[in-house]
């Protein structure tokens, strides 16, 4: 089997459902994207089981995280945007890549629904520093291969 | 077209107005060009600006919109004099390029090029039994994306 590395910059994309456009409108500017997947853990500890401590998986909390360059276009600051998503104190619908497609397959979207948990913004002030932005989302349920219907 | 190419071009046009009082200061790629005459600047032999030791690498910082460059280019001042001379020339002429290249905090005044940064300037001397020059050599990294 070959080995065909992922690269990050193609699985770092993030897109936010934008009602007026009707379509997923890129998340600008991205310089890094992770992801958690953190395990919710039942333990029991009793004479079944012999004063061990079992741990049983009841769920699972995902997360994903973007930073970012904040850019303006047409006076439009991408920070805005953010700002306004969040603003909302409701869900919206996010799309990311979970394969790049360059090992020849089809590059494959993921959707999932989310709020905002965090949206930080950094202004350095050296020479040439960019204003710079992170984002946390919790992910309510599950990703999702199916485009979801608007 | 290759960055260093497109850089060039677009520092030379940003350049062409180059003018220390009412006289132009030519701009070259690399060498002198030899059939253009050297204009004389407030008592200087001769005066001129030579573009050189361009440079390409990756910027640290990527995106997912476009691969970012630092393009480096070293932009020298010549002033050439007489037993005396002075060293302000060159600089009086090295800041107008930076003013017209970038602002003070790294803005770029080019189309096409996120920021401009101030890598390093400095002055030398150079002398011989008959004459002096004084050069401002200033790099800069002109950050582009795509």
């Given at each position: 089997m070959a080995n065909n590395y992922q690269p990050g910059w193609k699985l770092a994309r993030l897109a936010v459902w934008d009602a007026t456009a009707t379509d997923y409108v890129p998340i600008a500017c991205i310089t890094s994207r992770s992801e958690s997947n953190a395990s919710n853990v039942m333990e029991k500890t009793n004479a079944c089981t012999q004063g061990k401590t079992v741990k049983t998986i009841t769920s699972i909390t995902r997360t994903v995280s973007v930073s970012g360059e904040v850019v303006t276009d047409n006076n439009v600051n991408s920070l805005d945007d953010l700002r306004d998503l969040q603003d909302s104190l409701t869900a919206h619908d996010f799309k990311v890549y979970r394969t790049s497609g360059v090992d020849g397959a089809t590059e494959t979207a993921w959707y999932f629904s989310a709020t905002i948990s965090n949206l930080n913004a950094d202004y350095p002030t050296g020479e040439g520093e960019s204003a710079t932005f992170t984002m946390d989302l919790n992910i309510e349920g599950e990703y999702s291969n199916v485009k979801p219907t608007h | 077209m290759d960055r260093a190419t497109e850089i060039r071009g677009k520092v030379i046009t940003a350049l062409s107005t180059l003018k220390y009082g009412s006289v132009s200061i030519p701009v070259f790629d690399?060498?002198?060009?030899?059939?253009i005459s050297l204009p004389s600047v407030d008592g200087s032999i001769a005066t001129y600006v030579v573009i050189q030791d361009q440079q390409e690498e990756l910027n640290a910082v990527q995106t997912v919109d476009a691969p970012r460059f630092n393009l480096n280019m070293t932009i020298r001042v010549v002033t050439k004099w007489g037993t005396v001379g002075k060293k302000k020339l060159c600089e009086d002429i090295g800041d107008t390029i930076i003013n017209l290249l970038r602002d003070d905090r790294g803005a770029?005044?080019?189309?096409?090029?996120d920021k401009v940064l101030l890598v390093t300037a400095q002055s030398i001397a150079e002398t011989t039994i008959n004459n002096i020059a004084f050069s401002k050599i200033i790099i800069l990294n002109f950050i582009k994306n795509g």
């Open positions: - | 690399e060498v002198v060009n030899p059939n770029s005044r080019i189309d096409g090029i």
